[in-house]
């Protein structure tokens, strides 16, 4: 949390939780179990939930599914003092999601599988000054299994899985306008993919599934230029990873 620290929590099947922390260049890796302090409801699924972090620094672990349903429970992690805190539900139960932040007290959730339905369009902001969520703009497109991003233009819901196959669908949320608009398609289609952002306006996605395998290409969206270009690809062909960015560096880890 911080310019030369990157840090990423990930829920593991059996329900423990992991801060994995990437020190500057000169450090090594380090991975801790962190202490859990609420009811989880039951098994969480590591690609289910979906994490974003606010200006702070604490972490938002939305929805996800356990062995029998699809959740709407919400919990904030505070990494400083080790605390979690449940915060109000999400409006509706959804594992497979994209979430993002704008400014410094709005959380985003869309997207995603929920109870009742194999893929949702709808999105929701939960405001940390008020305590509530709200129901916005849906996505232009249902899908789930797909990567998030913000940035400076808006926030980016990239690729997933539609009717019938992964995607290469990219729309860009505006919360000054509260809309959706098209963005520039990935150059491969994916879903289960990576997402992270380096100098708030390079967009990296990576990994995921596709037609049967599992993907290791990379791309990045720079938004000045609104078109992807490919990088080298990951050396282990993957989904479900947690991709960010340190510096000039980009870490997969998992």
Known sequence: FGSMVAQEIAVLENGEVLEVTVPPAAGELSV??????????????????????DDIGWAYILGGHNEETRLDSCVRYDPITGDWTDIPPMRTARAYHGSGKWGTTQIYAF??????????DSMEMY?????????????????Y????ASVAEGI?????????????????????????????????????????VQHDQIVYAAGGFYGG??????????????????????????????????????????
Not at 32 to 53: C, L, M, N, R
Not at 111 to 120: E, I, N, T
Not at 127 to 135: L, Q
Not at 233 to 250: E, F, N, P, V
């Open 32 to 53: 801790k179990t962190v202490p859990v302090t609420i009811d989880w409801e039951g098994q969480h699924s590591s690609d289910a939930v979906e994490f974003t972090y």
């Open 111 to 120: 997207g995603g599988q929920g109870r009742k339905k194999g893929r949702l």
């Open 213 to 254: 395998s599992y993907v290791s290409s990379v791309e990045f969206l720079d938004m000045r230029m609104d078109k992807w270009q490919s990088i080298p690809s990951l050396q282990h062909a993957r989904t479900g990873l947690c991709l960010a960015a340190l510096g000039d560096k980009l870490v997969a880890v998992g």
């Open 145 to 148: 299994a797909l990567g998030s």
């Open 127 to 143: 405001s940390t000054r008020t305590g509530t969520w709200e129901e916005m703009a849906p996505l232009l497109h249902e899908r």
């Open 156 to 196: 980016l819901a990239i690729g997933g899985s539609d009717a019938t196959n992964a995607c290469n669908l990219v729309e860009i949320y505006d919360p000054h306008r509260d809309s959706w608009r098209e963005g520039p398609r990935l150059l491969d289609p994916r879903y289960g993919l990576s997402c992270c």
